[in-house]
């Protein structure tokens, strides 16, 4: 029996707090795991490791602390997006003309094969990890001549093939194989065998993308750059705080993983960051981070989490103001208490573009979860129905 302090009861804590988590997400699941938390709980007064007073605390610390974060951070909704209209996309019988292009450092090992096994006529290519995924891009598009891409990986692959479609006129086929898949989540693209039918019958439709110019034109080499005006974007862009953060979390995750090092990297930017003077539309502020995702997204007073459409032609334009008074604190508070969006220091509006000039020198572009580039000046802008992707008409909201 533990002789030092036993307040609150830590397993009681825990227990508590799953089952409530699991009650929000599935009441039925909830009401299931309510009896093992309770035994959880009676159990430490039973074995004598915790006084009634311990237990009955960290049920309570443990259940405030399931509700509370719920409160802070939304509940991504897995109903797919609206997209745009229709679009001509040719049927490939067997994957037939397609050429699929696989990111070998995403997904599982066989994922390769189980595409050219449902698509047996496609050409399916993984890439070399140690070249210039743009690069090998753009020599397979122009060496194949396909009438549709296919691509596999993570958000900032389809990124890439996204640019190159967009500008070689190809409808796209998304096969995810990334750690969170945000655009293939939006758009309903999760499904194999539902993207195998889509391009089997050539059925597709339009969605949006994002550009951005970066101090007047497009960097050199940057995925997606090219005469409609600089690289592309599927989900989201920021300048600020994000782009350090994630420069950190690269730095950090090897030794302590993805999603550790990714709060550890956020807290401590945060916890150090100097506020960004930048003009917004030539509007002087000052900023901490500043969002710009490609269609609307929601919540609006937290974590952006998934969009209902895809189809908005605008712009989702967030940013932390730091030229109030004590705005870390407020800033804080707001998120603590989850009143962001009724917060002066928070501020959202949708535009179809966005020009922004910072003052204090050369700052990073991350876009889809990666640093991109850095520059002083970046022009944002929604490029409406730029891009066709296949996805079953039977998936439409």
């Known amino acids: 029996t533990p002789r030092s302090s036993s307040f609150p009861s830590g397993h009681s804590a825990s227990a508590a ?37 311990d237990v009955v605390t960290g049920v309570a610390l443990g259940t405030a602390v399931a509700l509370a974060t719920r409160r802070w951070w939304a509940v991504r909704t897995e109903e797919p ?21 696989v990111n070998p450092g995403a997904g599982r090992d066989d994922d390769a094969d189980v595409i050219a096994a449902a698509l047996p006529r496609a050409r399916v290519i993984v890439l070399d990890p140690d070249q210039e995924f743009t690069v090998q891009l753009d020599r397979h598009v122009a060496e194949h001549a396909p009438a549709a891409l296919g691509v596999h990986g993570g958000d900032g692959t389809v990124r890439a093939a996204a640019g190159a479609a967009a500008s070689h006129g190809l409808p796209l086929a998304v096969f995810p194989g990334g750690t969170l898949n ?56 920021s300048v600020g705080g994000y782009p350090d953060s994630v420069r950190l979390r690269e730095r950090w995750e090897p030794r302590i993983g993805k999603w550790p090092a990714a709060a550890a990297a956020l807290a401590a930017v945060l916890a150090t960051a100097s506020p960004l003077r930048v003009s917004l539309d030539g509007v002087p502020t000052a900023v901490w981070l500043l969002f710009v995702g490609n269609g609307r997204y929601a919540p609006d007073d937290r974590v952006p989490m998934s969009r209902p459409r895809l189809d908005t032609g ?18 804080l508070a707001a998120a603590v208490t989850g009143s962001l969006a009724g917060s002066p220091i928070h501020v959202r509006r949708d535009a179809p573009a966005l020009s922004v000039r910072v003052r204090d020198g050369r700052v990073a572009l991350a876009t889809d979860g990666e640093v991109l580039a850095e520059g002083t000046r970046f ?17 439409e909201p």
Not at 190 to 199: F, G, K, N, P, Y
Not at 317 to 322: N, P
Request: no cysteine; proline share 9%.
């Open 182 to 237: 945000h655009f293939a989540r939006d758009a309903g693209l999760l499904d194999l065998e539902q993207t195998v039918r889509a391009i089997e019958h050539g059925q597709a439709q339009r969605v949006d993308l994002g550009r951005v110019q970066v101090d007047g034109s497009g960097p050199d080499g940057a995925d997606g750059s090219g005469p409609d005006g600089g690289p592309v974007f599927v989900n989201t862009a």
């Open 314 to 331: 605008t712009l989702d334009v967030r940013y932390l103001r730091a030229d109030l008074h004590w705005s870390r604190t407020r800033l």
């Open 379 to 395: 022009e944002f802008r929604s490029a409406p129905g730029a891009l066709t992707v296949y996805r079953p008409v039977d998936q």
């Open 81 to 101: 997006a609206r997209l745009g209209p229709p679009a001509p996309a040719p049927a490939l019988p067997e994957g037939r003309d397609l050429l699929v292009l």
């Open 17 to 53: 707090a799953f089952a409530t988590g699991m009650a929000l997400e599935s009441p039925l699941t909830g009401a299931v795991l309510a009896p093992v938390a309770a035994a959880v709980a009676y159990s430490r007064v039973h074995t004598g490791v915790h006084w009634p007073a």
